[in-house]
């Protein structure tokens, strides 16, 4: 089984046991014509299979030539124990074809996750490219900044989420709300914002975790979202999330005149333009067709989304907003017929690629994503 994605291979092999000193072996093909470098790739601990020694905290990752690869392994359920919900990263040199990687986990200790100091507003994280930033007491305070000009500028700010869950809207934030770094190493950084919603009718409660993921090297910013059902005996039915940032801008600022959109059609044709032209919005696309969206201000800077897994996706927008002299970037999920048992979860995510004014820089970091496929083989020796 082939999964194409970014950073996500979930894949199943047989019942092999897995043992320190196992050794797995993962096939990563780059169907293009050139050489990859630092290409992050992400599997969870289930993808080996079979019992995960609790006390793993350390992975190694070889490439053919034997030359070990950077990466890490990470504890994203936060219980200080490897498990199957859990994930190794590596950033890797692909050449064009197949390229053959050997994997073990080793004995270790997770790190404790790191919380926003006392006088700190913001839990930050930056690779020299990109930074992202999160308010550790409102999700809405969210910046996304590029490196340029010996300073990070800022690019998107004051995200926004919208639910609508049992056909109804009132649904409060509670007050237990945290911000951590989840994981902070030698190939990625997580920056994850936690709450629970409640239902004043009903009182049903589910468990938000948003989480931004940045890897070294890389100008790409991985916005996961994750909902789970924590009522007691309650189903969740889920029918829209509406995310995105209401206040974007090239440094901060925007220009009608110059500041353009770029996407992909629902034809799969391109549109573009300039804010002063119209705006952009992408609805109704084929389960076959990918998401691409951007907005730039040429040769200075822009953000583009890649929304290559279709399940759930409905559209994306950028529109310019007069009144507030900014633009909004945002994109939709609408489950079809989507109900979670207690205990379940949805999981959704975007790509989110910061770049210098390139108009077709969301389209190439698509290309490279479908042109990239990973199979791990099967058995351990």
């Known amino acids: 089984m082939i999964k194409k994605w970014f950073v996500q291979v979930v894949l199943c092999l047989g019942c092999t046991v897995l043992l320190y000193g196992s050794e797995y072996t993962l096939k990563i093909t780059n169907n293009t014509a050139s050489a990859i470098n630092n290409f992050p790739v992400v599997f969870k601990l289930s993808a080996l299979d079979g019992a995960i020694p609790a006390d793993s905290g350390k992975v190694q990752i070889f490439d053919a030539d034997g030359r070990e690869v950077p990466s890490q392994l990470d504890d994203l359920d936060l219980n200080g124990c490897a498990d199957k919900t859990d994930e190794a990263a590596m950033l890797a040199k692909l050449k064009p074809g197949e390229n053959i990687f050997k994997i073990k986990l080793l004995p270790g200790k997770f790190p404790s996750p790191q919380s926003a100091g006392k006088r700190s507003l913001y839990l930050a994280a930056e690779n020299g490219i990109i930074r992202v930033e999160q308010s550790k007491l409102k999700l809405q305070q969210r910046i996304i900044s590029r490196f340029n000009n010996g300073k990070y500028e800022r690019i998107a700010g ?100 110059e500041d353009r959109f770029s996407g992909i059609g629902s034809k799969g044709e391109t549109l573009s333009g300039t804010l002063v032209s119209g705006s952009f919005t992408y609805r109704n696309r084929s389960s076959k067709a990918p998401v691409r969206m951007n907005f730039f201000r040429p040769d200075a800077g822009g953000i583009g989304l890649v929304a290559d897994d279709p399940a759930h996706f409905d559209s994306c927008c950028t529109v310019y907003l007069p009144q507030r002299k900014t633009v909004r970037f945002s994109w939709l999920h609408c489950p079809a017929n989507l109900v979670l048992w207690p205990g379940r979860s949805l999981d959704l995510q975007v790509y989110l690629v910061l770049h210098g004014g390139k108009a077709d820089a969301a389209e190439e970091f698509a290309k490279m994503v479908k042109n990239v496929s990973f199979e791990f083989l099967p058995g351990a020796k």
């Not at 934030?173 to 936690?194: D, H, K, W």
């Not at 589910?206 to 009522?231: P, Q, W, Y």
Request: aromatic share 10%; charged share 20%; with cysteine.
């Open 158 to 257: 004051h995200f926004v989420q919208e639910l609508n869950m049992d056909k109804s809207w009132k649904w409060f934030v509670r007050p237990e709300v945290s911000a951590v770094l989840v994981s902070s190493g030698t190939v990625r950084q997580i920056v994850r914002f936690n709450s629970v919603v409640e239902n004043r009718d009903s009182g049903k409660q589910a468990k938000l975790i948003n989480d931004m993921h940045i890897f070294n090297g890389r100008s790409e910013v991985l916005c996961r979202f994750l909902l789970t059902n924590i009522s007691k005996g309650q189903l969740l039915q889920v029918f829209r999330i509406n995310q995105g940032f209401y206040e974007t801008g090239i440094n901060g600022k925007v220009i009608p005149a």
